[in-house]
């Protein structure tokens, strides 16, 4: 009897442990599916809150959605954490610890993450600049937590760690309103520098995405092998930049021919000389050459 007494007694505690336990466990699934659903929701209301308010750069909404996310789940693990008993102080000096040993184990991360915080504070470009960063260029889509997101002028999706453009040279090619164009077209040295200089700068005054300010200029660029090079120069909207530069090329051809003009290409010419001593040295051998007869026997 009193063994089974014993095994009894022993049930029960297993019996009120486990349910302890899993109650336990329960409000901490509770609290974790709480928190996460609630994390997602509060990223979401502040993306859109931001969305609201006028002024604020697109490449900082994200930033501030994900951070508030983030800090959203590090409460939540703090309270799953006490529904086991751990104690707060416990709970922050586990914190800490993680946070050393992650930092460690993923230095490459926090750079990511400091980087992150150096671009949106510096800000050397904005969601929809075109950038080049020593060889990574594409249009930015999305600065995040730890990489920027672009895309690349023929639709290939590009997806960079922030320190890899932190440490590295930045072009921005749209943070300016204007850009300088330059169109270089080569004439024969036959043809009167003038009169192709004319025509090249009425077709600059023609089209009305060349500013008049700074004015446009046509210049010797340079004496070159097979042609006279000629730029032409001018400025223009950083939105009109690529389609101007295509269209000018274009015309530059169609008005000098339809002036007269010929645009040369890479020649080379051959100039064979005959030298006198060459031939001296070939009929002194055609005389001392022996002659040839044939006898018949």
């Not at 929701?41 to 931001?50: E, I, P, Q």
């Not at 930015?140 to 999706?157: H, K, P, Q, W």
């Not at 530069?245 to 007269?260: H, V, W, Y």
């Amino acid at each position: 009897m009193e063994n089974q007494d014993q095994y009894i007694e022993m049930a029960r505690a297993f019996v009120e442990v486990a349910i302890g336990y899993g109650l336990d466990l329960a409000g901490a699934l509770v609290i974790l599916i709480v928190g996460w659903i609630a994390a997602g929701w509060a990223r979401s209301s502040v993306r859109r809150a931001l969305d609201r308010v006028p002024g604020i750069d697109d490449t900082l909404k994200p930033f501030f959605a994900s951070t508030v996310r983030y800090v959203i789940l590090v409460f939540v693990l703090v309270a799953v954490l006490a529904q086991f008993g751990v104690e707060t102080t416990s709970i922050i000096a586990m914190l800490g610890g993680a946070a050393l040993a992650i930092g460690l184990a993923l230095q490459g991360t926090l750079q990511n993450i400091a980087a992150g915080m150096m671009l949106l504070l510096l800000r050397p470009f904005r969601a929809g600049d075109y950038i080049d960063a020593e060889g990574l260029g594409g249009t930015v889509n999305e600065i995040g937590l730890f990489t920027t997101r672009m895309s690349t002028a023929d639709g290939v999706y590009r997806e960079v760690p922030n320190s890899m453009l932190w440490n590295r040279a930045i072009t921005n090619y749209s943070r300016l309103p204007t850009r300088r164009l330059d169109v270089t077209v080569g004439i024969s040295y036959a043809d009167d520098i003038e009169t192709a200089s004319a025509v090249l700068m009425a077709l600059l005054e023609s089209d009305e995405r060349v500013h008049k300010e700074p004015a446009p200029q046509v210049l010797v660029q340079a004496l070159a092998d097979s042609s006279v090079n000629l730029m032409m120069r001018c400025w223009t909207s950083t939105s009109d930049y690529w389609a101007l530069l295509f269209e000018l090329n274009k015309a530059a051809k169609q008005r000098l021919e339809a002036a007269g003009f010929t645009i040369p290409f890479p020649q080379r010419d051959v100039h064979l000389h005959e030298v006198k001593a060459a031939r001296a040295v070939r009929s002194t051998s055609a005389r001392k050459a022996p002659a040839t007869s044939s006898r018949r026997k």
